[in-house]
Every structure is written in C-alpha cells, then in structure tokens.
C-alpha cells in the first residue's frame, strides 16, 4: 500500500475546482455578491443565534485578543466577536457580504474591525495585514483550491490558534445539486472536497488537528409553491421555462406541508478542525 503517495491537495483542487465550475453554470459564484442574498444570509444566521453563541464560547479569547475571520459573510461572528475582543480584521471577496458587514458594523457602531475585500488567496500577509493574529477562524468559507497553500498562509498569519469550520458527508443543498444537475444543464454535478480529504492534508503537513462533529438543522419555509419557486430559482439561476418546470416537480418532491406551510428540512454534519501552533 503506497497511501503516503497520495496526494490529498490534488484531491482537494481537483473537487474543488469541479464544483466552482459547475456552481458557475448556476451562476452560484454570483450568488454571494448579491445584496439580497447576502441580506438573507445575514436574516437567517440571526434567527439561529444559537449556533453562533455555541461556536463564540469554543473559541479561546480573551478581551485583549486579536482576530482573523477568513470569509466573514456579513459578519455572523465578526459581529458579536468584536464586541469581546481588541481587534478583528475580516477578509471577505463578495461584494453584497461586505457591503451588509459595512451596514452591520455601522449599525453596531464597532470602531475594531476592519475590513478586506479580497479572496484569501489574494492577501498578502505581510502588506494587507496587521499579522499575527491570536485567532485565525475560517467558518465555512474554504472556497480556496489550494487548500495547502491557504492553510500555510493561515499559520504565517496566527500567533497560536487556527479555527476552521467544514462539512462532514454531502450537504443538503448539493443534493438538491445531484438530483438537480443532469436535467437542468445536461451534466451531473461533483459535490465538493470534505472533512477527510481536509484532514489528509493537515495530516501531510505535520498538523494533527482536533475534530469535533456537530449538527447543524435548518428549514426553509413558504406560504405557497409560488414562493418557494421565486427563492430557488434566484438559487439555480433558472431562465427557462423547461427548467422552472423541473424546478416545479423537484420541489413538489422534497418540500412537505406542515401548519399550511411548506417547508424544506435540511440536516448536515459539520466539523471543527482545530489546532495550536506548535
Ligand atoms: C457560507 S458563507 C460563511 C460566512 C461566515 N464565515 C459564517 O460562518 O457565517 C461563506 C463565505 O466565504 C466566502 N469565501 C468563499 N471563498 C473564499 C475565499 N477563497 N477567500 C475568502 N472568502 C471566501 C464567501 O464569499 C462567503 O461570504
């Protein structure tokens, strides 16, 4: 057996970069740079509080610490975090995410975060950073290809500890993806690399990380099937009338009636992966 050999970053680019171009057909790349969504990204992470409570009381800070959030969306943590500690400094590519954290700092009137708008594959530690950082967190934004070159990036940029937050099995959204895929563009779709291939590559890099599994459920609801339509169909960028149909008869599937609603029950695994620099 030559497992030592495998190249578990190949692994990592080769889904990644399947997934991104097929997320592109989609126009999913988009998605994020849409206020809109970003709003309800922003609304929906508010209504499960709880979570982010759950992830604020793992991470060791303390009032003087000073944090890196890597992909902060509209700042689910970036927000209450900065209120605990002495300086974040998020870094965030989609243009409707930044904007609602630009909104959202505004309405908090938090004077310590500041904010780079740029993928993490684009910042340069030593000049967009005031490096290191006590924390470095990355909570389910790990849309970066070379997975081993960002992770090598994140410990040039952490004094200690490095937080990340991934999947664990297929999550429900790519499934609706896989069932999705061959009927509206003709292809099947590739969910992306996951917690094991991520594990593989710590592992490769001398970084034995500790690993906590978590559920994560959520619901989408709607008063009728019109509404469920106009919201996946922004999801799928669907354009054509053939694939609102299929969207239509996919829908009536999976979505099921409770208290005259009807309502998409989604549950996934997640995983904390996370280490001290030595
Ligand atoms: C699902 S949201 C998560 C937001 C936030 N971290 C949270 O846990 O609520 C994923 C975010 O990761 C960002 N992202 C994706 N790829 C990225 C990359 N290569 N560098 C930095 N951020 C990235 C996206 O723009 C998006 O805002």
Redesign the pocket.
């Known amino acids: 057996m030559e497992y030592e050999k495998i190249d578990w970053n190949e692994i990592w680019k080769k889904l990644m970069i399947a997934q991104q171009k097929l997320d592109k057909m989609g126009d999913k790349n988009e998605y ?1 740079n849409k206020k809109e969504n970003a709003e309800l ?1 922003w609304k929906r ?1 508010q209504e499960h509080s709880k979570k982010t409570c759950d992830i604020l009381m793992e991470l060791p800070f303390t009032s003087n610490s000073r944090i890196l ?5 509209p700042g ?2 970036a927000i209450p975090l900065a209120k605990k500690v002495s300086h974040l400094t998020a ?4 243009k409707g ?1 930044i904007e609602i954290l630009k909104e959202n700092i505004k309405k908090e009137s938090i004077d310590n975060i500041k904010c780079i708008n740029k ?3 684009e910042v340069d530690v030593e000049n967009d950073l005031d490096a290191t950082y006590d924390i470095v967190i990355a ?3 790990l ?2 290809p070379d997975i081993k070159e960002a992770i090598k990036k994140m410990e040039q940029a952490s004094s200690k500890y490095i937080y990340l ?1 991934w999947f664990a099995g297929v999550t429900p959204w790519e499934k609706h993806s896989i069932a999705l895929w061959p009927s509206l563009y003709g292809t099947n779709y590739i969910a992306g690399p996951k917690c094991d291939v991520l594990y593989n590559v710590l592992y490769n890099m001398g970084i034995y990380p500790d690993m906590h599994v978590f559920s994560m459920e959520y619901t989408n609801n709607f008063v009728s099937i019109d509404e469920a339509i106009d919201f996946y169909k922004k999801r799928f960028i669907i354009q054509t009338n053939e694939q609102e149909r299929i969207l239509y008869k996919y829908l009536k599937n999976i979505l099921v009636q409770k208290n005259n609603q009807l309502v998409e029950y989604g549950h996934s695994k997640r995983v904390r992966i996370s280490w001290a620099k030595d």
Request: hydrophobic share 40%; charged share 20%.
């Open positions: 994020w990204f992470s959030d890597i992909g902060s969306g689910r943590l870094v965030e590519p989609a995410m993928r993490w594959e909570s389910f934004s849309g970066m937050y």
